[in-house]
């Protein structure tokens, strides 16, 4: 259940703002709440903006309002939730952008996205290739055990690549639509959908119901970037929406990554040119790893993300494994008081379950 | 006036019994002897000549022939000697019938003397299964001859004393040999406690597992292996100390039980190098390297020689640096890992020669060897390590159900605590055997790594989870349904090293990790 009072002044505020988030602010820090800015409103204390006329009809301010508790309502019944700027669920980073939106209306657990130790950006062409769609795969998953939150926007192509990815390692992920957060676009990502909104988060600035419109794109691309510490751009030709979205990681400060294609493909070109102009080149998962803060040498921090389904020993073993890289049983042997017979079965267990492999030569390395 | 006189022939391992006559003619001196017999049989007539001489009997003036019976079976060695002159100075004497149920084998020197001979334990359980018991045999023959039951045994030092014991009525031949054996026994437990010490400390004293700093997964390796009579590979570093870690093996087996330790003594004796009283029950303990041949390894040639993989029977064959081996050679070992026979022709006659071993084989993992070897050091070329893998052959890896790696120990493992002794292992090893042997009890093999496929089905059922364990396996690791059985097997062994009734996934986890490494499968990403 969400204060229906409260968010639907927010709403209208968002509205009688004209957007500005500088107009906002300054309302919120005199006034306090919005419920009292819409007091003040009543009172005549401030100007409201309005739309205008619609279609022969002059919207008021009260419409706005009526409109905005009908859309709350729907909320509330729905079960979804909605988080404003102000709240402290409200995803941080995208807080420190500029036209970040003032409401967020979202399905899931929005918390996720701010307890994440980090939150990558993936994003790519709808139409993409097979090798997109591998690295995509590869290096989302190699992600795995790093609590990243991956956001995505929940298109065809890499996006869904993406969501699924993080899914099956098992990772946090936000899909940010351009549509209203109960409109399943495309069509064919139902069960996807429905899996992020039980595992991960949906979120969108649009009320519930909105259909996809072309200009709702763009936007929820700002958030996509807003949301996270980096944008990786997997697939994009030279006119991408993928660009767009790298486009405000810039403009928000965040890192740019990519990886490269062949010259000769026209549906990387847009990656290679993100290159040239200073992106991070991606040629592996440590590449990844360093912007987003992580310190791949900090050994107690990569312990701490363990999976939890392991048990004292596998963890133990991964640890080791994915501190120094490769590893021969011997020299983990030397590191832990386990005695062999424990070690080999801990080392069987992680390979099953594909947190390491094994080479010809009894290595052991992290997958 | 024909004697005849019995004696044994040997064939690869069994004996067969040969009956020497003897006719003595009038006529022109003559003297020959007949029924196949090879070059070593026909000189033996200057040696007989001479050594009933120099034991002052008399060498008939006549025409004397002797026969080796059955005639059309080729005849080697040297112990038919005695036979042959006891045959002469039988005839001579106008022959008793009693000396045809003696068996009498045994080299001649030329004054006389009786020279241990190769195969004489053999003999002496082949004329018991003719229904002779008593035998003539070398003095320097007696330890292995009274191994075999129910016999009795004369150990002759010379041609005279020979003639004696086969002139005897067969109670006082009887008497004597009983009073021989029980001095022989008292004799031997006055110098006893002297010489079970000095046994202990050359076998498994020597080479022991407490000795060995770090290498814990590899020493688990080995006493598994030990436990269940599984095959090892050893792949590893030059110098990391696979050839230690294999001679200490042979310290945690259990001893042989005496029917095995009977079959063993028989091989050693058929090769003429009888086993050391204070060692007959120890595991046989064969090292080979990479210069052996075919021949030497499995036996074969005119006369038939017993080849490593016979010697070895009911012990251990270490097969040292495996992958500079020719491949041939290693193919030869298909086989006895199979079969647990070798076959081998010889004169026109097929022989199957006792082979069941445990196989250990240490190798490089590459070229220079330094593969593992952190640091770069390995100079080879994928393409050459992958040509030096395929020497051997997966027929050969198959049939291998343990394999390791192994790096060279850290100079900071060296001088640490002492480890574990190889007695202790060898305590739990044989806890494990007698489980699996009260498990196969009337089966022909006794462990899980002879395992029939009906027993497999008995002994070797695993849980669901275990199976899910292995069904994520296959994907993951990407094993063959053949790999599966091995898999369960030595986890079948390591459940038994515990004393537990059934496998646990712990088990099949710890077994999935002695998989193959040997093979160079391509890795992505």
């Given at each position: 259940?969400?204060d229906?009072?409260?968010?639907?002044?927010?709403?209208?505020?968002g509205?009688?703002?004209?957007?500005?988030?500088a107009?906002?602010?300054?309302?919120?820090?005199?006034?306090?709440?919005?419920?009292?800015?819409?007091?003040?409103g009543?009172?005549?204390?401030?100007?409201?903006k309005?739309?205008?006329?619609k279609d022969?009809?002059?919207v008021?301010?009260?419409?706005?309002?009526?409109?905005?508790?009908?859309?709350?309502k729907?909320?509330?019944?729905?079960?979804?939730?909605?988080?404003?700027?102000?709240?402290?669920?409200?995803?941080?980073?995208?807080r420190?952008?500029?036209?970040?939106?003032?409401?967020?209306?979202?399905d899931?657990?929005?918390k996720?996205?701010?307890?994440?130790?980090?939150?990558l950006?993936?994003?790519?062409?709808?139409?993409?290739?097979?090798?997109?769609?591998?690295?995509?795969g590869?290096?989302?998953?190699?992600?795995?055990g790093r609590?990243?939150?991956?956001?995505?926007?929940?298109?065809?192509?890499?996006?869904?690549?993406?969501?699924?990815?993080?899914?099956?390692?098992?990772?946090?992920?936000?899909?940010?639509?351009g549509?209203?957060?109960?409109?399943?676009?495309?069509?064919e990502?139902?069960?996807?959908?429905?899996k992020?909104?039980?595992?991960g988060?949906i979120?969108?600035e649009?009320?519930?119901?909105?259909?996809?419109f072309?200009?709702?794109?763009?936007?929820?691309?700002?958030?996509?970037?807003?949301?996270?510490?980096?944008?990786?751009?997997i697939e994009?030709?030279l006119?991408?929406?993928?660009l767009?979205?790298?486009n405000?990681?810039?403009n928000?400060?965040?890192?740019?990554?990519?990886?490269?294609?062949?010259?000769?493909?026209?549906?990387?070109?847009?990656?290679?040119?993100?290159?040239?102009?200073?992106?991070?080149?991606v040629?592996?998962?440590?590449?990844?790893?360093?912007?987003?803060?992580?310190d791949c040498?900090?050994?107690?921090?990569?312990?701490?993300?363990?999976?939890?389904?392991?048990?004292?020993n596998?963890?133990?073993?991964?640890y080791?494994?994915?501190?120094?890289?490769e590893?021969?049983e011997?020299e983990?042997?030397?590191?832990t008081?386990?005695?062999?017979?424990?070690?080999?079965?801990a080392?069987?267990?992680?390979?099953?379950?594909?947190f390491?492999?094994?080479?010809?030569?009894?290595?052991?390395?992290a997958? | 006036?024909?004697?005849?006189?019995t004696?044994?022939?040997l064939?690869?391992?069994?004996?067969?019994?040969?009956t020497?006559?003897?006719?003595i003619?009038?006529?022109?001196p003559y003297?020959?002897?007949?029924?196949?017999g090879s070059?070593?049989?026909?000189?033996?007539?200057?040696?007989?000549?001479s050594?009933?001489?120099?034991?002052?009997f008399e060498?008939?003036?006549?025409?004397?022939?002797q026969n080796l019976?059955?005639?059309?079976?080729?005849?080697?060695?040297t112990?038919?000697?005695l036979?042959?002159?006891?045959?002469i100075?039988k005839?001579?004497?106008?022959?008793?019938?009693a000396?045809?149920?003696?068996?009498?084998?045994?080299?001649?020197?030329?004054d006389?003397?009786?020279?241990?001979?190769?195969?004489?334990?053999?003999?002496?359980?082949?004329?018991?299964?003719?229904?002779?018991?008593?035998?003539?045999?070398?003095d320097?023959?007696?330890?292995?001859?009274?191994?075999?039951?129910?016999?009795?045994?004369?150990?002759?030092?010379?041609?005279k004393?020979?003639?004696?014991?086969?002139?005897?009525?067969?109670?006082?031949?009887?008497?004597?040999?009983?009073?021989m054996?029980?001095?022989?026994?008292?004799?031997?437990?006055?110098?006893?406690?002297?010489d079970?010490?000095?046994?202990?400390?050359d076998d498994?004293g020597?080479?022991?597992?407490?000795?060995?700093?770090?290498q814990?997964?590899?020493?688990r390796?080995?006493?598994?292996?030990?436990a269940?009579?599984?095959?090892?590979l050893?792949?590893?570093?030059?110098?990391?100390?696979?050839?230690f870690?294999?001679?200490?093996?042979?310290?945690?087996?259990?001893d042989m039980c005496?029917?095995?330790?009977?079959?063993?003594?028989?091989?050693?004796?058929?090769?003429?190098?009888?086993?050391?009283?204070?060692?007959?029950?120890?595991?046989?303990?064969?090292?080979?390297?990479q210069?052996?041949?075919?021949?030497?390894l499995?036996?074969?040639?005119k006369?038939?020689?017993?080849?490593?993989?016979?010697?070895?029977?009911n012990?251990?064959?270490?097969?040292?640096?495996?992958?500079?081996?020719?491949?041939?050679?290693?193919?030869?070992?298909?086989?006895p890992?199979?079969?647990?026979?070798?076959?081998?022709s010889t004169?026109?006659?097929?022989?199957?020669l006792?082979?069941?071993?445990?196989?250990?084989?240490?190798?490089?993992?590459?070229?220079?060897?330094?593969?593992?070897?952190?640091?770069?050091?390995?100079?080879?070329?994928?393409?050459?390590?992958?040509g030096?893998r395929?020497?051997?052959?997966?027929?050969?890896l198959?049939?291998?159900?343990?394999?390791?790696?192994?790096?060279?120990v850290?100079?900071?493992?060296?001088?640490?605590k002492?480890?574990?002794?190889?007695?202790?292992?060898?305590?739990?090893v044989?806890?494990?055997?007698?489980?699996?042997?009260?498990?196969?009890?009337?089966e022909?093999?006794?462990?899980?790594g002879?395992?029939?496929?009906?027993?497999?089905?008995?002994?070797?059922?695993?849980?669901?989870?275990?199976?899910?364990?292995?069904?994520k396996?296959?994907?993951?690791?990407?094993l063959?349904?053949?790999?599966y059985?091995k898999?369960i097997?030595?986890?079948?062994t390591?459940?038994?090293?515990?004393?537990?009734?059934?496998?646990?996934?712990?088990?099949?986890?710890?077994?999935?990790?002695?998989?193959?490494?040997?093979r160079?499968?391509?890795?992505?990403?």
């Amino acid at each position: 259940m969400i204060d229906i009072k409260k968010y639907a002044a927010y709403y209208w505020l968002g509205k009688i703002s004209g957007g500005k988030r500088a107009v906002q602010d300054d309302l919120m820090s005199f006034y306090g709440s919005a419920e009292e800015i819409w007091a003040a409103g009543q009172r005549g204390e401030i100007g409201c903006k309005t739309p205008g006329e619609k279609d022969g009809l002059t919207v008021t301010s009260e419409d706005i309002m009526n409109r905005a508790v009908e859309i709350m309502k729907r909320v509330s019944k729905d079960g979804t939730g909605v988080v404003s700027r102000y709240d402290d669920d409200y995803p941080s980073l995208l807080r420190e952008c500029d036209g970040s939106p003032l409401l967020l209306f979202y399905d899931g657990d929005i918390k996720g996205v701010n307890r994440a130790r980090s939150r990558l950006a993936v994003v790519g062409s709808r139409r993409c290739t097979t090798y997109g769609r591998e690295m995509c795969g590869k290096l989302v998953s190699s992600l795995e055990g790093r609590d990243v939150c991956i956001v995505s926007g929940l298109a065809r192509g890499i996006d869904s690549y993406a969501h699924k990815a993080a899914l099956e390692a098992g990772m946090f992920t936000a899909a940010v639509l351009g549509c209203g957060t109960n409109v399943i676009y495309p069509g064919e990502n139902a069960g996807l959908f429905a899996k992020i909104r039980e595992k991960g988060v949906i979120i969108s600035e649009q009320p519930p119901d909105t259909q996809p419109f072309k200009s709702y794109f763009p936007a929820r691309n700002r958030i996509i970037a807003g949301c996270s510490e980096a944008a990786l751009v997997i697939e994009a030709g030279l006119s991408s929406g993928a660009l767009i979205t790298a486009n405000f990681s810039l403009n928000f400060g965040r890192e740019v990554l990519t990886i490269p294609h062949r010259i000769d493909m026209p549906e990387g070109a847009g990656c290679n040119d993100l290159i040239k102009t200073g992106a991070v080149m991606v040629t592996s998962p440590a590449d990844i790893l360093e912007p987003l803060g992580f310190d791949c040498e900090n050994a107690r921090e990569i312990a701490d993300m363990l999976p939890e389904a392991l048990d004292r020993n596998q963890r133990e073993v991964l640890y080791l494994i994915k501190t120094n890289g490769e590893l021969f049983e011997d020299e983990i042997a030397c590191e832990t008081d386990m005695s062999s017979q424990e070690l080999k079965r801990a080392l069987s267990a992680l390979e099953i379950f594909g947190f390491v492999k094994k080479d010809f030569a009894g290595k052991y390395y992290a997958a | 006036m024909v004697s005849k006189i019995t004696t044994f022939g040997l064939s690869g391992t069994r004996a067969f019994r040969v009956t020497v006559e003897t006719d003595i003619g009038r006529g022109i001196p003559y003297y020959d002897i007949v029924g196949l017999g090879s070059e070593t049989v026909r000189e033996s007539r200057k040696r007989i000549k001479s050594a009933i001489l120099n034991q002052e009997f008399e060498f008939p003036p006549g025409h004397v022939v002797q026969n080796l019976a059955p005639a059309d079976i080729r005849k080697t060695g040297t112990g038919y000697d005695l036979p042959i002159a006891t045959g002469i100075l039988k005839a001579k004497k106008g022959g008793t019938g009693a000396t045809e149920n003696i068996g009498i084998i045994g080299e001649l020197s030329l004054d006389g003397g009786v020279l241990p001979v190769k195969g004489v334990l053999p003999s002496v359980v082949c004329g018991r299964e003719c229904g002779i018991f008593d035998f003539i045999i070398p003095d320097g023959n007696y330890e292995e001859a009274l191994m075999c039951p129910g016999v009795y045994i004369y150990p002759a030092k010379d041609l005279k004393s020979a003639m004696q014991a086969a002139d005897l009525n067969p109670e006082d031949f009887r008497k004597i040999c009983v009073k021989m054996r029980e001095s022989l026994k008292t004799a031997g437990e006055s110098s006893g406690a002297a010489d079970g010490e000095g046994s202990e400390g050359d076998d498994v004293g020597h080479y022991d597992f407490g000795d060995v700093f770090g290498q814990n997964g590899a020493k688990r390796a080995l006493e598994i292996a030990a436990a269940g009579k599984h095959n090892v590979l050893m792949t590893g570093s030059p110098g990391c100390g696979k050839t230690f870690l294999a001679k200490c093996f042979a310290g945690i087996l259990p001893d042989m039980c005496f029917e095995e330790s009977f079959d063993v003594m028989q091989i050693y004796s058929s090769c003429g190098m009888p086993r050391r009283r204070n060692e007959i029950f120890k595991r046989p303990f064969r090292v080979i390297h990479q210069g052996i041949t075919r021949s030497a390894l499995i036996g074969g040639g005119k006369p038939l020689e017993i080849g490593e993989a016979s010697l070895a029977h009911n012990g251990v064959l270490f097969f040292d640096e495996l992958s500079e081996t020719p491949k041939n050679v290693i193919e030869a070992l298909r086989q006895p890992l199979e079969e647990k026979k070798v076959y081998v022709s010889t004169y026109g006659t097929r022989e199957a020669l006792p082979a069941d071993f445990i196989f250990i084989g240490a190798a490089n993992p590459c070229p220079c060897g330094n593969l593992l070897e952190k640091n770069g050091k390995c100079t080879c070329s994928p393409s050459a390590i992958a040509g030096y893998r395929s020497r051997i052959s997966g027929a050969i890896l198959d049939r291998i159900d343990i394999k390791i790696a192994m790096r060279s120990v850290g100079s900071d493992m060296i001088g640490g605590k002492r480890e574990e002794p190889s007695r202790v292992i060898r305590e739990r090893v044989v806890k494990a055997r007698e489980i699996q042997r009260e498990r196969y009890k009337g089966e022909r093999f006794d462990s899980n790594g002879d395992i029939d496929n009906v027993n497999y089905v008995r002994a070797c059922s695993i849980t669901k989870s275990s199976k899910q364990i292995l069904e994520k396996a296959t994907d993951a690791m990407g094993l063959s349904v053949r790999s599966y059985e091995k898999i369960i097997k030595v986890a079948r062994t390591v459940a038994d090293l515990d004393g537990r009734d059934s496998i646990r996934d712990d088990d099949i986890l710890e077994s999935l990790s002695y998989r193959d490494l040997w093979r160079t499968g391509g890795e992505g990403f």
